[in-house]
């Protein structure tokens, strides 16, 4: 079936410093990922919408100069959280829409812990 | 727009009994529907998806759900449950046609399985 990884598991980092999260299909080519964040016993917040070859599109309330989206080719979205605080530590979850599957069905990556000391 | 209301945000079950995690949704287009499981620390699973055709939809690990037009509900049920189905389950709708197709999540049931 359709397999997204992501790169790393978890990550922990000092105030400051910026982290890069890799989202990549595996066996599939991938026009379309999205980004979300989940809180503790949260539901998924989507964050941007990445497309390929094209800029990302942002959902409201996020900093797009905070939260930097690259989609460089069809297996492969990077997500790189800035000067990264506290305030930023999350789960961070990817997903990869199946454009040759059926219906464009999103396929999630198993998520990126990030804990911002 | 569309939303989606999970009407349960913790339902506990013995191992062995069956289970219904309820789903209602509200969209201006026709919808497509997901069930998604998150383990802890994990990410989601596609369960099952509804997509126009057949309104049972029978998904993984014996999981099942029916879309209700009239009800607009998209209901996950699984006859007999067990321990290792104890997870976060999430209801999502999407839009079935257009280049937009966000998913837009339910904010989640807990289901814990008991020995």
């Known amino acids: 079936g359709a397999v997204v990884s992501q790169h790393p598991s978890r990550v922990i980092c000092k105030s400051g410093t910026s982290v890069k999260i890799e989202c990549r299909s595996l066996?599939?080519?991938?026009?379309?990922m999205f980004w979300y964040r989940q809180f503790p016993k949260q539901s998924l917040m989507l964050m941007a919408t990445s497309n390929e070859g094209s800029k990302a599109t942002y959902e409201q309330g996020v900093e797009k100069d905070k939260f930097l989206i690259n989609h460089a080719s069809l297996t492969l979205s990077t997500l790189t959280v800035t000067s990264a605080h506290p305030e930023d530590s999350s789960f961070y979850i990817c997903s990869a829409r199946d454009l040759q599957g059926a219906l464009g069905t999103q396929y999630f990556g198993p998520g990126t812990r990030l804990l911002v000391l | 727009a569309q939303s989606v209301t999970q009407l349960d945000s913790h339902v506990s079950v013995s191992e062995g009994t069956p289970v219904l995690l309820r789903c209602n949704y509200s969209s201006s287009y026709s919808p497509s529907l997901f069930w998604y499981v998150q383990h802890p620390n994990k990410g989601l699973q596609l369960l099952l998806k509804y997509t126009s055709a057949a309104t049972l939809v029978k998904g993984i690990n014996g999981f099942e759900a029916e879309f209700n037009k009239s009800q607009t509900s998209f209901h996950l049920r699984k006859p007999s449950v067990h321990i290792s189905d104890t997870a976060e389950y999430f209801c999502a709708v999407t839009p079935s046609s257009g280049s937009a197709r966000q998913l837009t999540f339910g904010s989640g049931t807990q289901l814990t399985v008991l020995p």
């Open positions: 066996d599939f080519q991938a026009t379309t």
